[in-house]
Protein backbone atom coordinates (compact mmCIF):
# COMPACT_ATOMS: atom_id res chain seq x y z
CA UNK A 1 0.00 0.00 0.00
CA UNK A 2 0.94 3.34 -0.86
CA UNK A 3 1.83 6.31 1.58
CA UNK A 4 -1.27 8.02 -0.78
CA UNK A 5 -3.44 5.11 0.01
CA UNK A 6 -2.67 4.87 3.66
CA UNK A 7 -3.26 8.20 3.77
CA UNK A 8 -6.68 7.61 2.06
CA UNK A 9 -7.29 4.61 4.62
CA UNK A 10 -6.90 6.94 7.59
CA UNK A 11 -9.04 9.54 6.03
CA UNK A 12 -11.97 7.36 5.62
CA UNK A 13 -11.35 5.71 9.31
CA UNK A 14 -11.76 9.30 10.39
CA UNK A 15 -14.81 9.99 8.96
CA UNK A 16 -16.38 6.56 9.56
CA UNK A 17 -15.17 7.51 13.44
CA UNK A 18 -17.00 11.01 13.31
CA UNK A 19 -20.27 9.64 11.57
CA UNK A 20 -20.74 7.29 14.10
CA UNK A 21 -19.45 9.77 16.89
CA UNK A 22 -22.34 12.00 15.10
CA UNK A 23 -24.96 9.47 14.71
CA UNK A 24 -24.88 8.44 18.79
CA UNK A 25 -24.73 11.86 19.96
CA UNK A 26 -28.08 11.67 17.45
CA UNK A 27 -29.50 8.96 19.02
CA UNK A 28 -28.55 9.85 22.38
CA UNK A 29 -30.56 13.12 22.30
CA UNK A 30 -33.43 11.45 20.43
CA UNK A 31 -33.52 9.12 23.79
CA UNK A 32 -33.07 12.56 26.01
CA UNK A 33 -36.10 14.19 24.33
CA UNK A 34 -38.25 11.23 24.63
CA UNK A 35 -37.49 10.79 28.50
CA UNK A 36 -40.51 11.37 31.01
CA UNK A 37 -41.22 15.00 31.93
CA UNK A 38 -44.66 15.00 33.64
CA UNK A 39 -44.47 13.54 36.81
CA UNK A 40 -48.08 14.73 38.06
CA UNK A 41 -49.91 11.72 38.22
CA UNK A 42 -46.69 9.14 38.83
CA UNK A 43 -43.69 8.70 40.94
CA UNK A 44 -40.25 10.56 40.23
CA UNK A 45 -36.94 9.63 41.30
CA UNK A 46 -37.16 12.02 44.02
CA UNK A 47 -40.36 11.60 45.02
CA UNK A 48 -40.09 7.47 45.16
CA UNK A 49 -36.81 8.04 47.32
CA UNK A 50 -38.24 10.51 49.25
CA UNK A 51 -35.16 12.18 48.90
CA UNK A 52 -36.51 15.71 50.47
CA UNK A 53 -37.22 13.46 53.55
CA UNK A 54 -33.26 11.83 53.00
CA UNK A 55 -31.60 15.50 52.83
CA UNK A 56 -33.75 17.15 55.74
CA UNK A 57 -32.63 14.63 57.98
CA UNK A 58 -28.88 16.03 57.18
CA UNK A 59 -29.18 19.07 59.61
CA UNK A 60 -25.51 19.98 61.06
CA UNK A 61 -25.60 22.05 63.82
CA UNK A 62 -22.13 24.01 63.60
CA UNK A 63 -20.60 25.56 60.62
CA UNK A 64 -17.62 23.19 60.78
CA UNK A 65 -17.41 21.93 57.59
CA UNK A 66 -16.60 17.84 58.08
CA UNK A 67 -19.62 17.79 60.50
CA UNK A 68 -21.06 17.07 56.89
CA UNK A 69 -19.15 14.51 56.79
CA UNK A 70 -19.46 13.02 59.67
CA UNK A 71 -23.34 13.28 59.52
CA UNK A 72 -23.08 11.79 55.87
CA UNK A 73 -21.37 8.54 56.73
CA UNK A 74 -22.75 8.03 59.57
CA UNK A 75 -26.21 8.15 57.49
CA UNK A 76 -25.29 5.63 54.95
CA UNK A 77 -23.95 3.25 57.34
CA UNK A 78 -26.76 3.52 59.20
CA UNK A 79 -28.71 2.24 55.89
CA UNK A 80 -26.27 -0.12 55.07
CA UNK A 81 -27.15 -1.74 58.83
CA UNK A 82 -30.80 -1.82 58.46
CA UNK A 83 -30.16 -3.74 55.17
CA UNK A 84 -27.78 -6.40 57.10
CA UNK A 85 -30.92 -6.76 59.24
CA UNK A 86 -33.07 -7.38 56.98
CA UNK A 87 -31.08 -10.00 54.95
CA UNK A 88 -30.03 -11.89 58.42
CA UNK A 89 -33.88 -12.02 59.54
CA UNK A 90 -34.86 -13.32 55.81
CA UNK A 91 -31.79 -15.85 55.92
CA UNK A 92 -32.55 -16.31 59.66
CA UNK A 93 -36.28 -17.70 58.75
CA UNK A 94 -35.53 -19.92 56.07
CA UNK A 95 -32.53 -21.25 58.33
CA UNK A 96 -35.42 -21.93 61.28
CA UNK A 97 -37.62 -23.55 57.96
CA UNK A 98 -34.86 -26.32 57.40
CA UNK A 99 -33.74 -24.34 54.49
CA UNK A 100 -30.00 -24.30 53.61
CA UNK A 101 -29.50 -23.11 50.08
CA UNK A 102 -32.03 -19.71 49.85
CA UNK A 103 -29.96 -18.48 52.91
CA UNK A 104 -26.61 -18.22 50.83
CA UNK A 105 -27.99 -15.65 49.00
CA UNK A 106 -29.23 -13.42 51.87
CA UNK A 107 -25.67 -13.77 53.92
CA UNK A 108 -23.69 -12.82 50.56
CA UNK A 109 -26.00 -9.50 50.35
CA UNK A 110 -24.48 -9.28 53.90
CA UNK A 111 -21.23 -9.71 53.29
CA UNK A 112 -21.54 -7.43 50.08
CA UNK A 113 -23.04 -4.78 52.30
CA UNK A 114 -20.30 -4.96 55.21
CA UNK A 115 -18.22 -4.19 52.87
CA UNK A 116 -19.43 -1.08 52.15
CA UNK A 117 -19.82 -0.48 55.72
CA UNK A 118 -16.04 -1.45 55.94
CA UNK A 119 -14.90 1.34 52.97
CA UNK A 120 -17.01 3.74 54.35
CA UNK A 121 -14.64 4.44 57.30
CA UNK A 122 -11.68 4.90 54.59
CA UNK A 123 -13.88 8.56 53.82
CA UNK A 124 -14.36 9.18 57.33
CA UNK A 125 -10.26 8.86 58.14
CA UNK A 126 -10.15 12.07 55.80
CA UNK A 127 -11.25 13.76 58.81
CA UNK A 128 -7.88 14.96 60.88
CA UNK A 129 -8.05 15.30 64.92
CA UNK A 130 -8.41 19.11 63.91
CA UNK A 131 -11.53 18.79 62.17
CA UNK A 132 -13.50 16.65 64.39
CA UNK A 133 -12.52 18.99 67.36
CA UNK A 134 -14.62 21.63 65.53
CA UNK A 135 -17.43 20.16 65.99
CA UNK A 136 -17.44 17.50 68.87
CA UNK A 137 -18.61 19.23 71.63
CA UNK A 138 -21.87 19.88 69.70
CA UNK A 139 -23.41 16.71 69.80
CA UNK A 140 -22.45 15.90 73.50
CA UNK A 141 -23.23 12.06 74.75
CA UNK A 142 -24.53 10.88 70.86
CA UNK A 143 -22.31 7.65 70.20
CA UNK A 144 -22.23 5.18 67.43
CA UNK A 145 -22.21 2.79 70.55
CA UNK A 146 -26.36 4.05 70.98
CA UNK A 147 -26.87 2.47 67.37
CA UNK A 148 -30.10 0.47 67.42
CA UNK A 149 -28.89 -1.52 64.16
CA UNK A 150 -25.54 -2.47 64.73
CA UNK A 151 -26.70 -3.72 68.21
CA UNK A 152 -29.73 -5.81 66.46
CA UNK A 153 -26.99 -7.18 64.16
CA UNK A 154 -24.52 -8.02 66.74
CA UNK A 155 -27.27 -9.76 68.48
CA UNK A 156 -28.61 -11.71 65.48
CA UNK A 157 -25.07 -12.42 64.91
CA UNK A 158 -24.67 -13.74 68.50
CA UNK A 159 -22.37 -11.25 70.20
CA UNK A 160 -25.23 -10.74 73.26
CA UNK A 161 -25.33 -9.35 76.74
CA UNK A 162 -28.71 -7.74 78.32
CA UNK A 163 -26.44 -4.42 79.38
CA UNK A 164 -26.46 -3.48 76.03
CA UNK A 165 -30.23 -2.91 75.95
CA UNK A 166 -29.75 -0.05 78.53
CA UNK A 167 -29.57 2.75 75.89
CA UNK A 168 -32.15 2.00 74.32
CA UNK A 169 -34.67 2.18 77.42
CA UNK A 170 -36.48 5.63 76.16
CA UNK A 171 -37.33 4.13 72.85
CA UNK A 172 -39.75 1.63 74.45
CA UNK A 173 -40.40 0.20 70.61
CA UNK A 174 -36.47 -0.21 69.79
CA UNK A 175 -35.81 -1.96 72.93
CA UNK A 176 -39.17 -4.53 72.30
CA UNK A 177 -37.29 -5.32 69.44
CA UNK A 178 -33.73 -5.63 70.86
CA UNK A 179 -35.21 -7.39 73.43
CA UNK A 180 -37.06 -9.97 71.28
CA UNK A 181 -33.90 -10.42 69.40
CA UNK A 182 -31.77 -11.13 72.25
CA UNK A 183 -34.09 -13.88 73.91
CA UNK A 184 -34.42 -15.70 70.58
CA UNK A 185 -31.91 -17.93 68.25
CA UNK A 186 -28.89 -16.62 67.09
CA UNK A 187 -27.97 -17.28 63.07
CA UNK A 188 -25.36 -19.80 64.82
CA UNK A 189 -28.60 -21.35 67.08
CA UNK A 190 -30.17 -22.12 63.90
CA UNK A 191 -26.98 -23.34 61.88
CA UNK A 192 -26.55 -25.72 65.11
CA UNK A 193 -30.13 -27.25 65.18
CA UNK A 194 -29.39 -28.14 61.31
CA UNK A 195 -26.70 -29.65 62.28
CA UNK A 196 -28.76 -31.78 64.70
CA UNK A 197 -31.49 -32.53 61.85
CA UNK A 198 -29.17 -34.01 60.01
CA UNK A 199 -28.28 -36.55 62.70
CA UNK A 200 -25.31 -34.89 63.77
CA UNK A 201 -25.27 -35.70 67.90
CA UNK A 202 -25.20 -32.51 69.58
CA UNK A 203 -26.10 -32.59 73.27
CA UNK A 204 -28.98 -30.55 75.01
CA UNK A 205 -26.76 -28.18 76.78
CA UNK A 206 -25.75 -27.06 72.80
CA UNK A 207 -29.50 -27.17 70.78
CA UNK A 208 -30.98 -25.61 74.38
CA UNK A 209 -29.02 -23.34 75.88
CA UNK A 210 -29.68 -19.72 76.94
CA UNK A 211 -29.95 -17.51 73.90
CA UNK A 212 -29.25 -14.28 75.90
CA UNK A 213 -25.72 -15.41 76.70
CA UNK A 214 -22.60 -15.21 74.08
CA UNK A 215 -21.53 -18.77 72.06
CA UNK A 216 -19.29 -20.82 74.10
CA UNK A 217 -17.32 -23.47 72.69
CA UNK A 218 -18.08 -26.89 72.46
CA UNK A 219 -16.16 -30.26 72.01
CA UNK A 220 -19.58 -31.59 70.56
CA UNK A 221 -20.27 -28.89 68.33
CA UNK A 222 -16.55 -29.20 67.20
CA UNK A 223 -16.89 -32.54 66.68
CA UNK A 224 -20.08 -32.29 64.20
CA UNK A 225 -18.04 -29.56 62.02
CA UNK A 226 -15.20 -31.67 61.71
CA UNK A 227 -17.94 -34.36 60.33
CA UNK A 228 -18.83 -31.81 57.93
CA UNK A 229 -15.77 -30.40 56.40
CA UNK A 230 -14.24 -34.28 56.59
CA UNK A 231 -16.75 -35.21 53.93
CA UNK A 232 -17.84 -31.79 52.65
CA UNK A 233 -19.44 -34.13 49.78
CA UNK A 234 -22.26 -35.65 52.04
CA UNK A 235 -22.75 -32.56 53.99
CA UNK A 236 -21.74 -30.04 51.19
CA UNK A 237 -25.13 -27.53 51.83
CA UNK A 238 -23.84 -27.51 55.34
CA UNK A 239 -20.56 -26.96 54.32
CA UNK A 240 -21.12 -23.85 52.47
CA UNK A 241 -23.43 -22.14 54.74
CA UNK A 242 -20.67 -22.69 57.55
CA UNK A 243 -17.82 -20.78 54.97
CA UNK A 244 -20.82 -17.94 54.28
CA UNK A 245 -20.62 -17.59 58.16
CA UNK A 246 -17.34 -17.37 58.36
CA UNK A 247 -17.52 -14.49 55.02
CA UNK A 248 -19.85 -13.07 57.63
CA UNK A 249 -17.52 -12.78 60.89
CA UNK A 250 -14.65 -12.09 58.81
CA UNK A 251 -15.83 -9.37 57.32
CA UNK A 252 -17.23 -7.95 61.05
CA UNK A 253 -13.82 -8.01 61.73
CA UNK A 254 -12.61 -5.89 59.36
CA UNK A 255 -15.04 -3.77 60.32
CA UNK A 256 -14.54 -3.22 63.49
CA UNK A 257 -10.81 -3.08 62.57
CA UNK A 258 -10.97 -0.05 60.73
CA UNK A 259 -13.51 1.03 63.36
CA UNK A 260 -10.71 1.09 65.85
CA UNK A 261 -8.17 2.86 63.67
CA UNK A 262 -10.33 5.57 62.49
CA UNK A 263 -11.20 6.22 66.24
CA UNK A 264 -7.42 5.95 67.00
CA UNK A 265 -6.03 8.42 64.43
CA UNK A 266 -8.74 11.27 64.96
CA UNK A 267 -9.12 10.75 68.98
CA UNK A 268 -6.49 8.58 69.86
CA UNK A 269 -7.29 7.05 73.92
CA UNK A 270 -9.30 10.11 74.97
CA UNK A 271 -12.94 8.23 76.02
CA UNK A 272 -15.36 8.00 73.61
CA UNK A 273 -18.33 10.54 73.52
CA UNK A 274 -21.15 7.07 74.70
CA UNK A 275 -19.29 7.18 77.79
CA UNK A 276 -16.70 3.66 76.61
CA UNK A 277 -13.17 4.29 77.03
CA UNK A 278 -13.41 4.59 73.07
CA UNK A 279 -10.39 2.73 71.34
CA UNK A 280 -9.83 0.01 74.48
CA UNK A 281 -13.26 -0.65 74.68
CA UNK A 282 -12.94 -1.30 70.38
CA UNK A 283 -9.71 -3.06 70.60
CA UNK A 284 -11.18 -5.35 73.41
CA UNK A 285 -13.90 -5.80 70.92
CA UNK A 286 -11.86 -7.07 68.45
CA UNK A 287 -11.15 -10.72 70.38
CA UNK A 288 -15.09 -11.33 70.60
CA UNK A 289 -15.17 -14.99 68.17
CA UNK A 290 -19.16 -15.34 66.90
CA UNK A 291 -18.79 -18.93 65.54
CA UNK A 292 -15.65 -20.08 67.69
CA UNK A 293 -15.73 -23.90 66.35
CA UNK A 294 -15.88 -22.61 62.29
CA UNK A 295 -12.36 -21.11 63.31
CA UNK A 296 -10.98 -23.96 65.63
CA UNK A 297 -12.17 -27.18 63.40
CA UNK A 298 -9.58 -25.68 60.34
CA UNK A 299 -6.87 -25.98 63.28
CA UNK A 300 -8.18 -30.06 64.27
CA UNK A 301 -8.64 -31.27 60.76
Not at 24 to 39: I, L
Not at 52 to 81: G, M, N, Q, Y
Request: aromatic content about 8%.
Amino acid sequence: MTGSERGAGDHADSHSADDYSADQHSADQHSAERAHRDFTRSLSYGDYLQLDTLKAAHRPVTAAHDEHLFIAVHHVSELWLELIVRELEAAMAQLAGGITDAPLKGLTRVVRAQEQLTNAWEVLKTMTPADYLQFREAFGQASGFQSAAYRLVEFLLGNRHATLLGPHEHRPEVHARLSAALHAPSVYDLTLRLLAARGLPLPPEVLARDPCLPPTPHPAVLDAWLTVYRDPDTYWDLYELAEKLLDVEDNFRRWRFNHLTTVERTIGLRRGSGGTSGAGYLARALGVVLFPELWEVRTNL
